[in-house]
C-alpha cells in the first residue's frame, strides 16, 4: 500500500500555481490533484464550493459542499481532510497536491492538513516575478476584485500576497519573459531564506471537458509514455509541454514540514525577517533600536512609513506600552498594526517556563541589560528605498534624549493615539 503524501500549493499568482501543479502531476506517478473552488463564496449562504479530483491525464471526480458559517475556508476545512483520508484509505496515490484557491493563505490550510493526522511534506507558493511589485502594491480589497473568500473578507490583495509568499519555505518560480533582474532581486530579499525553484513555461487548462469521470482510486499513473524517461521534455506545442518536471519542485513537494516551526517562523516575536541587502536597484534596510517610539510622532509619520517601501514588517514598542509587543505589518500603502502579547522582559520569572524554546532563543539573541528584549526590529524592502531619509524619519520618532531620561512613569502618561488601530 502506497503511503500518501500531501503538498500545498497555493499563490495569487494563477498562471504561476496552476503549473507547478502540472508540474507535480507529471513528475510524480500516481499523484493527483485536489482544488476546491471558492469563486461564488460571496454570493452568500446558498453557495457552495465545488471541489474537483484530477491526475495529469484528466478529471477524476467532482463534488460540491455547501458554506460553513458563510465561509468558504470553512467549508473547505471540513471537505479537505475527509477527501484526503479517502485517498490515504485507498493506498493507491503516492501524492495529493492540495492546490489552494487564489486567496486562501496556505498557513491555516497546512494547520489544518497536519492536524488530520495527515503527512505533510510541503508548502510550496508560485510566482511570477514580474507580477510581485504589481501585488505588492495592490492595496485594493479581495472583494474588489472577486478573491473575497467569504462575504466578511476584509483583506487585501497586497497583504493576503505577503502573507502566501512569506509562509511558504518553497517558492516555484514562473520562468516569465516579462521579469528582469529587479524582480528577481525583490523575490530574493522578501523571502531570503525560502528555497527558490523554477517551473517553465505557461499553463493550459486540461482538455476534461465532456471525459468521464473516475471511481475514487481510479486515476491514471503520470508515467511517461512508452520510449520516454522521466527527464525526457515534451515538445514544444505537445499537450504536456507546459508541465515540465523540474527534478527539485519535485524534491520540495516531497521533502516535508514542519507546522510549528513555519509558525515559528512568522510570529513576530521570533520571526525570521531579510536581512540588508542592495542589488539591481532593490533595497532591504534592517532598522534595529532599543529605545521605544513616541508614540504621537510615530502615529504622525505612518503614512510616509507605509509609503516608503513595498513592503514593511516587524516588531517594535511605544513609550507608553512598554510591556506591549506590537507587529508591524505594511504591504500597498496599508499598515495593520496588532499587539502580540508581552515582551518576554515583562513576564516573570515562573511564566517563562511556558513559552516557547524558539522564543525564548530569539530574545537572548536581542536582549538588552536593561529592556531586555523590548526592541524595534522593522524591515524595509523596495526598488528605490531612500535608505537615508527612511533611517532620518525612524530615528526622529524615537524618544528624545530628555523624553528618555524621564523615566517610564512619565513614558506611560503620554498621549496613546495607537488606540485606534489596537481597539483598547
Same mark, same amino acid.
Given at each position: 500500500?502506497?503511503?500518501?503524501?500531501?503538498?500545498?500549493?497555493?499563490? /495569487?499568482?494563477?498562471?504561476?500555481?496552476?503549473?507547478?501543479?502540472?508540474?507535480?502531476?507529471?513528475?510524480?506517478?500516481?499523484?493527483?490533484?485536489?482544488?476546491?473552488?471558492?469563486? =461564488?463564496?460571496?454570493? +452568500?449562504?446558498?453557495?457552495?464550493?465545488?471541489?474537483?479530483?484530477?491526475?495529469?491525464?484528466?478529471?477524476?471526480?467532482?463534488?460540491?459542499?455547501?458554506?460553513?458559517?458563510?465561509?468558504?475556508?470553512?467549508?473547505?476545512?471540513?471537505?479537505?481532510? $475527509?477527501? /484526503?483520508?479517502?485517498?490515504?484509505?485507498?493506498?493507491?496515490?503516492?501524492?495529493?497536491?492540495?492546490?489552494?484557491?487564489?486567496?486562501?493563505? *496556505?498557513?491555516?490550510?497546512?494547520?489544518?492538513?497536519?492536524?488530520?493526522?495527515?503527512?505533510?511534506?510541503?508548502?510550496?507558493?508560485?510566482?511570477? $516575478?514580474?507580477?510581485? &511589485?504589481?501585488? &505588492?502594491?495592490?492595496?485594493?480589497?479581495?472583494?474588489?476584485?472577486?478573491?473575497?473568500?467569504?462575504?466578511?473578507?476584509?483583506?487585501?490583495?497586497?497583504?493576503?500576497?505577503?502573507?502566501?509568499?512569506?509562509?511558504?519555505?518553497?517558492?516555484?518560480?514562473?520562468?516569465?519573459?516579462?521579469?528582469?533582474?529587479?524582480?528577481?532581486?525583490?523575490?530574493?530579499?522578501?523571502?531570503?531564506?525560502?528555497?527558490?525553484?523554477?517551473?517553465?513555461?505557461?499553463?493550459?487548462?486540461?482538455?476534461?471537458?465532456?471525459?468521464?469521470?473516475?471511481?475514487?482510486?481510479?486515476?491514471?499513473?503520470?508515467?511517461?509514455?512508452?520510449?520516454?524517461?522521466?527527464?525526457?521534455?515534451?515538445?514544444?506545442?505537445?499537450?504536456?509541454?507546459?508541465?515540465?518536471?523540474?527534478?527539485? &519542485?519535485?524534491?520540495?513537494?516531497?521533502?516535508?514540514?514542519?507546522?510549528?516551526?513555519?509558525?515559528?517562523?512568522?510570529?513576530?516575536?521570533?520571526?525570521?525577517?531579510?536581512?540588508?541587502?542592495?542589488?539591481?536597484?532593490?533595497?532591504?534596510?534592517?532598522?534595529?533600536?532599543?529605545?521605544?517610539?513616541? $508614540?504621537?510622532?510615530?502615529?504622525?509619520?505612518?503614512?510616509?512609513?507605509?509609503?516608503?517601501?513595498?513592503?514593511?514588517?516587524?516588531?517594535?514598542?511605544?513609550?507608553?506600552? *512598554?510591556? =506591549?509587543?506590537?507587529?508591524?505589518?505594511?504591504?500597498?500603502?496599508? /499598515?495593520?498594526?496588532?499587539?502580540? +502579547? *508581552?515582551?518576554?522582559?515583562?513576564? *516573570?520569572?515562573?511564566?517563562?517556563?511556558?513559552?516557547?524554546?524558539?522564543?525564548?532563543?530569539?530574545?537572548?539573541?536581542?536582549?538588552?541589560?536593561?529592556?531586555?528584549?523590548?526592541?524595534?526590529?522593522?524591515?524595509?524592502?523596495?526598488?528605490?528605498?531612500?535608505?537615508?531619509?527612511?533611517?532620518? /524619519?525612524?530615528?526622529?520618532?524615537?524618544?528624545?534624549?530628555?523624553?528618555?531620561?524621564?523615566?517610564?512613569?512619565?513614558?506611560?502618561?503620554?498621549?496613546?493615539?495607537?488606540?485606534?488601530? &489596537?481597539?483598547?
Amino acid at each position: 500500500m502506497t503511503q500518501l503524501s500531501v503538498a500545498i500549493v497555493g499563490g /495569487l499568482h494563477a498562471d504561476a500555481r496552476r503549473a507547478a501543479v502540472e508540474a507535480l502531476l507529471a513528475g510524480v506517478a500516481g499523484s493527483v490533484a485536489l482544488h476546491h473552488d471558492l469563486s =461564488t463564496a460571496a454570493d +452568500g449562504p446558498d453557495a457552495m464550493v465545488v471541489r474537483t479530483v484530477r491526475d495529469a491525464a484528466g478529471l477524476i471526480s467532482t463534488g460540491e459542499t455547501p458554506l460553513v458559517n458563510d465561509c468558504a475556508c470553512c467549508a473547505l476545512r471540513e471537505d479537505l481532510v $475527509p477527501e /484526503l483520508e479517502r485517498l490515504a484509505d485507498a493506498g493507491l496515490t503516492r501524492l495529493a497536491v492540495v492546490e489552494l484557491w487564489d486567496s486562501v493563505e *496556505p498557513k491555516a490550510m497546512a494547520e489544518v492538513v497536519a492536524s488530520g493526522g495527515l503527512r505533510l511534506t510541503s508548502v510550496i507558493t508560485a510566482v511570477d $516575478p514580474a507580477l510581485l &511589485l504589481p501585488y &505588492l502594491g495592490n492595496g485594493d480589497d479581495l472583494a474588489e476584485r472577486g478573491l473575497a473568500a467569504a462575504t466578511t473578507d476584509q483583506r487585501t490583495v497586497a497583504d493576503t500576497f505577503a502573507r502566501q509568499l512569506e509562509y511558504a519555505p518553497v517558492l516555484a518560480v514562473l520562468d516569465s519573459e516579462e521579469a528582469d533582474d529587479e524582480d528577481r532581486a525583490l523575490l530574493a530579499q522578501l523571502h531570503p531564506t525560502a528555497q527558490r525553484v523554477p517551473i517553465g513555461g505557461r499553463w493550459r487548462a486540461p482538455e476534461v471537458a465532456g471525459g468521464p469521470e473516475r471511481g475514487a482510486g481510479q486515476h491514471r499513473s503520470a508515467a511517461p509514455p512508452r520510449g520516454a524517461t522521466s527527464h525526457d521534455e515534451p515538445a514544444p506545442g505537445s499537450p504536456r509541454h507546459s508541465a515540465r518536471r523540474p527534478p527539485a &519542485l519535485i524534491t520540495a513537494a516531497l521533502a516535508g514540514f514542519d507546522v510549528d516551526a513555519a509558525a515559528a517562523a512568522q510570529h513576530p516575536a521570533c520571526a525570521l525577517l531579510p536581512t540588508d541587502a542592495d542589488e539591481s536597484g532593490v533595497t532591504t534596510l534592517v532598522w534595529r533600536r532599543h529605545r521605544p517610539f513616541h $508614540p504621537e510622532r510615530l502615529y504622525a509619520a505612518l503614512e510616509d512609513l507605509c509609503c516608503a517601501a513595498a513592503r514593511s514588517r516587524g516588531r517594535f514598542w511605544l513609550a507608553e506600552r *512598554p510591556d =506591549t509587543l506590537l507587529h508591524w505589518d505594511a504591504a500597498g500603502g496599508a /499598515l495593520c498594526v496588532e499587539s502580540v +502579547g *508581552p515582551w518576554l522582559a515583562s513576564l *516573570p520569572d515562573a511564566a517563562w517556563d511556558m513559552v516557547p524554546p524558539v522564543r525564548r532563543a530569539a530574545a537572548a539573541l536581542d536582549w538588552h541589560p536593561e529592556h531586555g528584549d523590548r526592541c524595534q526590529h522593522l524591515v524595509f524592502t523596495s526598488p528605490g528605498l531612500d535608505r537615508d531619509g527612511l533611517e532620518q /524619519l525612524l530615528e526622529s520618532c524615537l524618544l528624545t534624549d530628555a523624553e528618555y531620561a524621564a523615566g517610564r512613569t512619565a513614558w506611560e502618561r503620554l498621549p496613546r493615539p495607537f488606540d485606534t488601530f &489596537l481597539e483598547v
